[in-house]
Nanobody, 115 residues
Framework: QVQLVESGGGLVQAGGSLRLSCAASGFIFRTNAMAWYRQAPGKQREEVAFITNDVKTRYADSVKGRFTISRDNAKNTVYLQMNGLKPEDTAVYYC?????????WGQGTQVTVSS
């Protein structure tokens, strides 16, 4: 079965950096697009970054120039490097794998940015 396991969240001061990781299993990772979403308290879930199987990327306007999504097909892992973090980046971050018929979600990892 498909499993997505995120790690790397935590508490960081504004201006700091974190790298999130998502280890995937249960499908052929190298052929699959992947994405990171986040959900802040009281707000709708939003797509933060997306990467195709051939490494094309797109970002939410709010994170462009600060966040970088990447993938390591040898490790079945997708990453989200987050630099210049702001308090408004505080949210639960989810790794997702769009698959035929449904999108799979990880359990989420909390990122908290203090001012």
């Amino acid at each position: 079965q498909v499993q997505l396991v995120e790690s790397g969240g935590g508490l960081v001061q504004a201006g700091g950096s974190l790298r999130l990781s998502c280890a995937a299993s249960g499908f052929i990772f190298r052929t699959n697009a992947m994405a990171w979403y986040r959900q802040a308290p009281g707000k709708q879930r939003e797509e933060v970054a997306f990467i195709t199987n051939d490494v094309k990327t797109r970002y939410a306007d709010s994170v462009k120039g600060r966040f970088t999504i990447s993938r390591d097909n040898a490790k079945n892992t997708v990453y989200l490097q987050m630099n210049g973090l702001k308090p408004e980046d505080t949210a639960v971050y989810y790794c997702t794998a769009p698959r035929p018929g449904r999108t799979y979600w990880g359990q989420g990892t909390q990122v908290t940015v203090s001012s």
